[in-house]
């Protein structure tokens, strides 16, 4: 996975959020805002791209509209990621989400009930995650359940799936290169590419998904996509642009 953050960048020398992210992350500090970058917006971190001014800051808002309307009127536990995980059958299962990316589909799982742990080796990525966490845990409407239901983790899926606890289930969405042709592919969703690159190696996720999970892997594909490893699922849940492939290890009850 390639790494495009070119580091963090905030005007004051002296600020202590710039100098502890750097720390913790191995990024550097930039005298000047360059390609993308790490920066603080009003209270969010964001990322941020110097040479595109048209395009808008990367972030991780739990409490954002998009995120509050797909909450509460997203379906539920009737929508296609709620019944390939088992959600549907049992509250609160406990997954790993092995390729969190920017948390989305893991924050709708935690919504649900489920306890997950995301995992994410891209340290801007996991510096976005962690900031929108600690907002999260301030937001009235979410402080009382999302910190206890939604753990970070930093390292990648290799190793997750090798040293952590054995989950219900083990969640993957491994960045698949989109269609040249496709104009499917969301503006954000296109720079978030740029930054992150693409799983080369995730067909080698699958063996140890499956050796992890306790009751089921589920796979996110696009529609277009082949199975993951090349290895048939138990079932498959199509959605309109995406389908969930779920391998079965055990029932859910």
């Given at each position: ?41 009003g209270d969010a971190l964001v990322l ?85 966490l600690r907002r999260a845990a301030l ?115």
């Amino acid at each position: 996975m390639q790494m495009n953050c070119q580091g963090v960048y905030c005007q004051d020398p002296a600020a202590e959020w710039a100098n502890e992210l750097c720390q913790q992350f191995s990024l550097p500090r930039l005298i000047s805002p360059q390609g993308w970058h790490l920066v603080r917006e009003g209270d969010a971190l964001v990322l941020r791209n110097a040479d595109m001014p048209k395009q808008g800051d990367i972030l991780v808002d739990f409490a954002s509209g998009a995120a509050t309307y797909r909450r509460k009127f997203g379906g539920g536990k009737s929508e296609g990621i709620a019944k390939a995980v088992g959600l549907h059958k049992k509250a609160g299962l406990t997954v790993v989400d092995a390729t969190a990316g920017l948390g989305r589909d893991a924050f709708v799982l935690a919504s649900l009930g489920a306890h997950v742990t995301l995992v994410e080796r891209n340290p801007a990525v996991v510096a976005l995650l962690q900031d929108g966490l600690r907002r999260a845990a301030l937001d009235p409407l979410l402080a009382d359940w999302l910190p206890a239901r939604m753990q970070l983790v930093h390292a990648s899926a290799h190793q997750a799936l090798r040293d952590l606890p054995a989950p219900d289930v083990v969640f993957l969405d491994p960045m698949f290169p989109a269609r040249e042709k496709s104009a499917a592919v969301k503006k954000e969703m296109a720079a978030f590419h740029q930054v992150v690159g693409t799983d080369d190696d995730a067909d080698a996720l699958l063996p140890l998904a499956l050796a992890l999970a306790q009751k089921r892997v589920v796979v996110k594909r696009p529609g277009y996509a082949e199975f993951l490893n090349l290895q048939k699922p138990s079932m498959s849940i199509v959605g309109k642009n995406n389908r969930f492939d779920v391998y079965v290890i055990a029932a859910i009850s």
